[in-house]
């Protein structure tokens, strides 16, 4: 048992893993019997629409559901009030909504760092392609670090926007994010932050970062597919333009005019995955009873001792210190490609993610075709992982 989880409870709530050692977490987290729970309540209880569009006692609960949700990520963030929580589908159409909405024109710039997920990267070089924005990636040193000389360098009074990854996908590092922020506060621009791979696994406190705008995916949080947040300060989210338009995202319409709701809901069109929603709340609720802090501790310890047994036996990408990698354990084999290793994991029932991860743009600028990605979380167990290196020792035999 780790310090503060009592591991082996935990997992009665997750069937898959009697089955399988799943180690596929930054993609995707399995999901506790309370959240599904949850999904199957609304299906049977009350599978209408919210309230905005009508006001039944079944709509009223579906809108209860919404706004506990709602409460819940404000908590979980500190954030300032519950209209700071934007619902979205997911990471990557929170950044797009920021992206389309902000209203950035030519020569405007934008800044991000080196290894970006695509959703953090394709956004801006479309951008940079219809609007005329520049784009410019700040350097990571040879451990995935951040260079905030760097960064000081690259910011100037075109700057409008830092948007950068928070814990990384590709090698689990952290940035300095209260330091960046206040780089870019100190050249008015604004600050956003992809925290699909930090807010699942850490403390992330809005407030004590100074973030302006920050994105990231409930269903990478034991949370139903499909449910994503964008967290922005109010002042922020009532000049930002949505992403779309339409029904419950509009107070009023003329042929010729329309008149948008306030935020969140002006974020928020058309019929929303309700069924996803009403499980905000306890998906949220179960990773903070659990306590993110030792949620950070379990995933680290797993990950330093994959490291301890593995680090003679393959390449690992990032630093050698795994408290440095947070639960992210991405490595390569010099003799067996990354694909062919995922299989020979799987043939062992162990699920991991082969391939290039969504960050393309590191693995070809540094002529890597991929490499295999361990990632942990609050289910994953000492023993799965001692199995994981056995397996791996054997290979490199």
Not at 244 to 269: C, H, N, R, W
């Amino acid at each position: 048992m780790s310090e503060g989880l009592d591991v082996e409870k935990i997992r009665e709530d997750f069937p898959v893993v009697d089955e399988y050692i799943y180690f596929d977490n930054a993609c995707l987290s399995l999901k506790p019997h309370p959240v599904r729970k949850a999904v199957d309540r609304y299906y049977t209880e009350f599978p209408v629409c919210e309230g905005k569009r009508s006001a039944h006692t079944l709509s009223t609960r579906v809108t209860r559901h919404i706004k506990e949700g709602r409460k819940a990520v404000q908590k979980l963030l500190n954030a300032s009030d519950p209209d700071e929580i934007v619902f979205t589908k997911n990471t990557t159409e929170a950044i797009n909504t920021v992206a389309k909405g902000l209203g950035l024109e030519k020569g405007d710039k934008v800044l991000s760092t080196d290894k970006e997920h695509n959703s953090n990267l394709a956004p801006w070089i479309k951008l940079k392609e219809h609007v005329g924005i520049e784009y410019d990636q700040v350097s990571t040193d040879d451990k995935g670090e951040l260079d905030i000389e760097d960064l000081k360098e690259k910011m100037d009074q075109d700057v409008k926007l830092v948007s950068m990854v928070h814990t990384s996908n590709l090698d689990g590092t952290t940035i300095p994010a209260s330091k960046v922020a206040d780089i870019a506060h100190e050249n008015d621009a604004y600050f956003l932050l992809d925290g699909a791979q930090s807010v699942p696994h850490k403390p992330v406190d809005v407030k004590k970062i100074g973030v302006d705008l920050l994105a990231f995916s409930i269903h990478k949080m034991l949370g139903p597919t499909g449910v994503g947040v964008l967290y922005g300060r109010e002042e922020l989210l009532e000049r930002l333009e949505p992403l779309m338009y339409g029904g419950g995202s509009v107070k009023d319409t003329e042929y010729s005019d329309i008149t948008l709701q306030d935020a969140p809901a002006k974020f928020e069109a058309g019929l929303q995955n309700f069924s996803a929603l009403a499980a905000v709340k306890p998906a949220v609720e179960y990773v903070m009873n659990l306590g993110l802090k030792d949620i950070e501790k379990h995933e680290t310890r797993l990950n330093r001792i994959a490291t301890e047994e593995l680090k003679d036996a393959v390449n690992i990408i990032g630093p050698e210190d795994p408290e440095r990698r947070s639960g992210i354990f991405n490595f390569k084999l010099e003799k067996l490609g990354c694909h062919e290793i995922t299989l020979l994991l799987d043939e062992e029932d162990i699920l991991l993610r082969g391939g290039m991860q969504c960050v393309h743009s590191w693995y070809n600028y540094h002529g890597l075709e991929g490499a295999n990605r361990a990632s942990f979380y609050l289910y994953n167990t000492e023993e799965e992982v001692k199995k994981f290196t056995e397996v791996i020792k054997m290979l490199t035999d």
